[in-house]
């Protein structure tokens, strides 16, 4: 008469190790395959190019249009 007593629970111990252990493997593969470890802010300037940084320094008013227009045609030599 085992039913549910003490053998059950060990081999419950088990599995729940086994699930998790893949879980955390499968996360582990996700995570380095699309390279999303860092905040999504660094990715943003990371990501960022001279083109995309004039562009915003434009709309915010720091460079005027003819400064914009020479700075992008350097850019694009």
Not at 13 to 20: E, K, N, P
Request: aromatic letters at 14%; glycine letters at 8%.
């Amino acid at each position: 008469m085992h039913g549910f007593g003490f053998g059950f629970l060990p081999m419950a111990f088990v599995w729940l190790f086994w699930v998790a252990l893949f879980v955390a493997v499968v996360v582990l593969i996700v995570k380095l395959t699309t390279g999303s470890w860092g905040s999504t802010d660094a990715k943003k300037e990371q990501k960022d190019t001279a083109e995309e940084i004039l562009k915003q320094r434009y709309a915010r008013g720091e460079v005027s249009k003819d400064d914009y227009d020479r700075m992008l045609a350097d850019l694009r030599k």
